[in-house]
């Protein structure tokens, strides 16, 4: 089936401009989450959604940065201003909720990569 | 947050057993012991997870101490694809929707 896709794959953007990424997660799947990559880093959690709850959003590095999650599905992260430290590989996961004791995996997009010029 | 150790990079040949270990002392009673690979250029993806007991996938086998203050993903038969970044992750309550990923083990295989 279809797994988690993003776009676009590779975005451009100079100093100052705002960027939206867009994730569609894996259908059915209700826990969305967001991640940046900085060059020969691990990866660095951003923000969560879970159906209709508040998402956690504890994350995000700026209020610069922001995300949505529209009827549950789609997301888009959005930066205003992007600065050059921006520059990164976002990534995308989707995964069924927590059930009880179970630990359900995370199913990853292949990345927006942006860099700020 | 209970976090994880892991050597920066290990190689193997191809065809041979890998054994990619993980520290977690200070791991609690309640957290998973989850295993993600990043291949180049892609998002990572799932590879195993336990709890207690050691458990076998089709990709992988995970063998976890008694103690579970270390754990090692075992490749049984490296191939060449198997060459990513192997990241060792603990998923409790405090962070279950919150993965560490860390700087994980690069893994060279030989031809």
């Known amino acids: 089936g279809a797994g988690v896709s993003q776009s676009p794959s590779n975005k451009v953007t100079e100093k100052g401009k705002d960027v939206e990424l867009r994730c569609d997660p894996i259908?059915?799947?209700?826990?969305l989450y967001w991640y940046r990559q900085s060059l020969g880093q691990g990866l660095e959690f951003l923000i969560y959604f879970q159906g209709n709850s508040a998402p956690d959003k504890s994350g995000l590095p700026s209020d610069r940065f922001s995300a949505e999650r529209t009827g549950g599905s789609v997301s888009t992260l959005t930066i205003q201003r992007t600065q050059q430290e921006d520059s990164a590989v976002y990534l995308c996961?989707?995964?069924?909720?927590?059930?009880?004791?179970?630990?359900?995996?995370?199913?990853f997009g292949p990345g927006t990569r942006l860099t700020v010029t | 947050d209970a976090k994880t150790t892991q050597p920066n990079s290990m190689e193997s040949n191809e065809e041979e057993p890998v054994h990619l270990p993980c520290n977690h002392s200070?791991?609690?009673?309640?957290?998973?012991i989850h295993w993600y690979r990043q291949l180049p250029s892609q998002g990572p993806e799932y590879v195993i997870h336990?709890?207690?007991s050691n458990v076998n996938n089709r990709m992988a086998s995970l063998a976890i101490a008694e103690d579970r203050k270390s754990s090692t993903l075992i490749l049984h038969r490296a191939t060449l694809r198997d060459a990513a970044v192997y990241y060792c992750i603990l998923r409790g309550p405090y962070n279950f929707n919150k993965f560490y990923f860390g700087s994980g083990t690069k893994l060279n295989v030989k031809p």
């Open positions: 336990g709890l207690t």
């Open positions: 200070t791991i609690s009673g309640t957290d998973y």
């Open positions: 259908s059915g799947h209700t826990a």
């Open positions: 996961a989707s995964s069924l909720p927590r059930g009880g004791r179970t630990s359900y995996e995370q199913y």
